[in-house]
């Protein structure tokens, strides 16, 4: 518990660095996406898998490269993923060393990893809604310290046993119910002209959150590893800290690029 706590004042430069927004969020973007993707594909590399770090990195650079020259260009976006599909799959042409699998894993790590972060830099990018880039750690956080809790002291019916065995229904319901209360405090004191849309996003981001702690302890187990990594101590690494923002970023632009902004309910 105390190398928790040390832990997580650690990771009060990287609340500072996204309140700064702008370039030191994309640079901490960089930096989660590269980190990220490396702990991912050493994962990997213990089930005999071997996906490309080398075109994990020109991707993430690219990535950056065209967010910073044009940005807003949803056109060039799609033109990087494909892309990215045409260099994984070009990576198993080696069919003496390469094998499908191997091209899998390294679109898959590019895309779960370094495109889903870069939704921080979206929401960042998106003009009156950029304040809505701190709902991404609130619904994933939130609903993690009050699921736990909550587990703790009133779990009883275990909710995916063979995946996650210390998770249960109980403590669900109190991640969602906690992930409200915080995105519902937060849009009430620093945005209460978006408050019922920061409720929505509580509500439906906890679920989504989950779900993105549950699908980084899926790829854990069959993997065969603990923990990602051991950049931060009591949590492994970036994987295992972010595993449920690389969900809930995708999820909070999305919702406002279609419901607030598409439809106009902002």
Known sequence: MKTRIISGFCMVPLVILV?????WLAALCIFIGFVGVREFYNGFRNMDIHPSMPIAGVALFALYLINGLWPGQPVLIMGWLAAVIMAGSLYMFNVEKRTPTDAMATII???????????????DQSGPYQVMVWLCLLCA??????????????GKHKMTPHLSPKKTWEGAVGGVLGSVLVCGLFGYFLCPEYLIHCLIIGLAGSPVSMCGDLTA???KRKMGIKDYGKLIPGHGGI????????????????????????FQLG
Request: hydrophobic fraction near 55%; aromatic fraction near 32%; charged fraction near 10%.
């Open 19 to 23: 309140y700064l927004g702008s370039y």
């Open 239 to 262: 994987m295992d800290r972010f595993d449920s923002v690389f969900f809930t970023a995708p999820f909070v632009y999305y919702y406002i690029a279609i419901v607030m902004v598409h």
């Open 217 to 219: 302890s899926a790829y």
């Open 109 to 123: 790590g590019i895309i779960y990893i370094e495109f889903f972060s870069y939704h921080f830099v979206l929401i």
């Open 141 to 154: 956080f939130g609903s993690d310290i009050f699921a736990y809790f909550t587990g703790v002291f009133l």
